[in-house]
Every structure is written in structure tokens, then in C-alpha cells.
């Protein structure tokens, strides 16, 4: 929702982006090729399933294609190849551009250091027991994703992870804009994104009736934790 805001104003936002779906039906906003890229540097740090014997072990990690499923622990800082580096300027050195990927939490660290000019950084937040409850829907949902399974309580803690990694490694420095997915909902942020960013947005993009989600468990100590902060 806060990356389409910008889809008319003409910054670069991929070269291929992914198409609507029931999830997301006005669209994500997100570039195949980037997911790939972020991809590959986290399957090197994240297990991946596994069938022993005819079993299934280890339902709850991502593969090499769904690293936005990662649960990557604070201590660990990934480092990208030559090779990565270089796929990820090609991205970069397309002029103005405004990118989304839930992977940067983990890896925006290494995008910051190839990339060309100053950067801002939007990062959009909603209740955890939502966003948690949102990943369980999606696996669901997605074809692909019918033999993972994680727990409610994996669930808190993929966002609570995403969410620390942010603050304390990459948040500590930089032009940070934290919004609270309820307030671009009701447009209270909307004037503050477009006053941070310098850019024109699409005021209308926004779609309440898209907020399908309402909480059915209780979020982790953890989780509210993060979230309050």
C-alpha cells in the first residue's frame, strides 16, 4: 500500500513487478529480480526444508525462494558476492527510485552502501498479531507455499526478528520515517510521506476496505515489546 503511493510518480520501482493477486489486489510493488537477489544471500544463512526418508523436517524455513519467511537471529550480519553487489547497482544506478522488499530488514545494509546519492527510509508497521496472522493467510493462500508450516508463535517471531533488525542495526543511522499502517488507512500520514519524501504520492491509492485482517491471538511479550517501541 505505501509503495504504491509512489506508482505514479515516476521513480524507478523494478523492472518486473509482480502482478495482482487475491492477497493484493491493487498489487505489491515489488520487483521479482530484487526478491531473487535478496534471496540467494539469505539462503546462506537460513535452513532450508528438507525431506529425509520420505519425511518432511524443518516445514518452518523458508527455501531458497521465500526469504521474506526468514528468521534471521540479530548476531547474524549477511554479506553479499561480487556478483550480488553487481546485480544489486543495476538496480540502483537507474536514477530516483523507490524500492520495497520486507527482505531489506534483514539486508538493507547492503543495498545503503551501493547506492548512489541520499536515501530515505519508509518503514511501514502494523499491530504484530495482524501482520502475524496476514503470514499464516498467506501460506495458506500461495500454492506454493501449501507444505510450509509455522506456528502462531513463529509467526510473532518472524516480525519481531524483522522489526529488531531494523532498529538496532539499521535505523540507528539515516532519514527514518516510522508510520503505523492504521494512519496512511486514515490519511493521517499521508502528508508527513509526502513532506519525507519530497515526492508527489497518490493520496487515493490507499483502499480501507482492503483491511481485511483482524487479530485472533494475542501478540508475544516480545512482539508488543518491539511494537511499543
Same mark, same amino acid.
Given at each position: 500500500?505505501?509503495a504504491?503511493?509512489?506508482?505514479a510518480?515516476?521513480l524507478?520501482?523494478?523492472?518486473a513487478?509482480?502482478g495482482?493477486?487475491?492477497?493484493?489486489?491493487?498489487?505489491?510493488?515489488?520487483?521479482?529480480?530484487?526478491n531473487?537477489?535478496?534471496?540467494r544471500?539469505?539462503?546462506r544463512?537460513?535452513?532450508?526444508? @528438507?525431506v529425509?526418508?520420505?519425511?518432511?523436517?524443518?516445514a518452518d524455513?523458508?527455501?531458497g525462494?521465500?526469504?521474506?519467511l526468514s528468521?534471521?537471529?540479530l548476531?547474524t550480519?549477511?554479506e553479499?558476492?561480487?556478483? @550480488?553487489?553487481?546485480a544489486?547497482?543495476e538496480h540502483?544506478?537507474? #536514477?530516483?527510485?523507490?524500492?520495497?522488499?520486507?527482505?531489506?530488514?534483514?539486508?538493507?545494509d547492503?543495498?545503503?552502501d551501493l547506492?548512489p546519492?541520499n536515501?530515505?527510509?519508509i518503514?511501514?508497521?502494523?499491530r504484530?498479531?495482524?501482520?502475524?496472522?496476514s503470514?499464516?493467510r498467506?501460506?495458506r493462500?500461495?500454492? #506454493?507455499?501449501?507444505?510450509?508450516a509455522?506456528?502462531?508463535n513463529? /509467526?510473532?517471531?518472524?516480525?519481531?526478528?524483522?522489526?529488531?533488525?531494523v532498529l538496532?542495526r539499521? /535505523?540507528?543511522? #539515516?532519514?527514518?520515517?516510522f508510520v503505523?499502517?492504521?494512519?496512511?488507512t486514515? #490519511?493521517? /500520514?499521508l502528508?508527513?510521506i509526502r513532506?519525507f519524501s519530497?515526492?508527489?504520492?497518490? @493520496?487515493?491509492?490507499?483502499d480501507?476496505?482492503l483491511n481485511?485482517?483482524a487479530?485472533?491471538?494475542?501478540?508475544?511479550?516480545a512482539?508488543?515489546?518491539v511494537f511499543?517501541?
Amino acid at each position: 500500500m505505501t509503495a504504491g503511493l509512489f506508482h505514479a510518480s515516476g521513480l524507478y520501482q523494478g523492472q518486473a513487478l509482480h502482478g495482482p493477486s487475491p492477497e493484493n489486489p491493487k498489487g505489491y510493488f515489488e520487483d521479482a529480480s530484487i526478491n531473487q537477489i535478496n534471496n540467494r544471500i539469505l539462503s546462506r544463512y537460513v535452513p532450508a526444508p @528438507e525431506v529425509i526418508d520420505g519425511q518432511l523436517y524443518r516445514a518452518d524455513a523458508p527455501g531458497g525462494s521465500n526469504g521474506w519467511l526468514s528468521r534471521l537471529p540479530l548476531n547474524t550480519v549477511p554479506e553479499a558476492t561480487v556478483e @550480488e553487489k553487481n546485480a544489486i547497482s543495476e538496480h540502483l544506478n537507474r #536514477g530516483p527510485f523507490c524500492l520495497k522488499d520486507t527482505r531489506f530488514c534483514y539486508l538493507l545494509d547492503i543495498w545503503r552502501d551501493l547506492a548512489p546519492g541520499n536515501l530515505r527510509f519508509i518503514c511501514v508497521f502494523r499491530r504484530p498479531e495482524v501482520a502475524a496472522l496476514s503470514v499464516l493467510r498467506s501460506l495458506r493462500m500461495r500454492e #506454493g507455499l501449501f507444505d510450509v508450516a509455522m506456528s502462531v508463535n513463529q /509467526a510473532l517471531d518472524l516480525w519481531t526478528l524483522m522489526y529488531t533488525h531494523v532498529l538496532e542495526r539499521h /535505523a540507528t543511522s #539515516g532519514g527514518w520515517l516510522f508510520v503505523h499502517y492504521e494512519d496512511i488507512t486514515n #490519511g493521517k /500520514a499521508l502528508p508527513a510521506i509526502r513532506e519525507f519524501s519530497g515526492c508527489p504520492i497518490d @493520496e487515493t491509492f490507499p483502499d480501507k476496505t482492503l483491511n481485511r485482517t483482524a487479530p485472533e491471538f494475542p501478540p508475544s511479550d516480545a512482539a508488543q515489546a518491539v511494537f511499543e517501541r
